[in-house]
């Protein structure tokens, strides 16, 4: 049985939800919510530039107006998947965790998650956590 190891218990979207990374003088990156917490978030997106390292802030928004406003962020992990990814076009998943959310951003994350998302299965969970051990390897 899988364990969990993450400190918030992640979901997933029921409709579709995106992220903006956005860093300054760099080109707006946007992907497709793949889970959320309340730590922090995976993306898939296509890549024309990595997200990379670095402290982004990200914006969430949905296709029914949904939208969170700017949280500083911390890139724990960007991968290419190779298996969704195509001879022109690249693919990639991005973890970020949250820095630091201020209490009226926190209720509005958590009022997110309550009214749009469901709980992460755990084939996708185990994913994830995969992800982010095999960048932890990597960067040692």
């Known amino acids: 049985m899988y364990l969990e190891q993450r400190k918030h218990k992640r979901f997933k979207s029921k409709g579709e939800a995106f992220a903006a ?7 707006i990156i946007v992907g497709r919510i793949a889970d959320i917490s309340l730590g922090g978030l995976g993306i898939v997106y296509l ?10 802030e990200v914006e969430v928004f949905g296709l029914d107006s949904v939208h969170l406003s700017r949280m500083k962020s911390t890139v724990v992990y960007d991968t290419y998947l190779p298996d969704q990814s195509s001879d022109f076009l690249a693919v ?4 970020v965790q949250f820095d630091q959310l201020d209490r009226d951003l926190e209720s509005e994350l958590r009022g997110y998650i309550e009214k749009h998302c469901a709980e992460a299965d755990e084939k996708e969970r185990v994913f994830a956590d995969n992800l982010a051990h095999s960048k932890d390897i990597e960067q040692a």
């Open 47 to 56: 890549a024309i530039d990595e997200v990379g390292e670095g402290t982004p």
């Open 21 to 27: 990374f956005i860093k300054p003088n760099q080109s």
């Open 92 to 95: 990639r998943r991005c973890g």
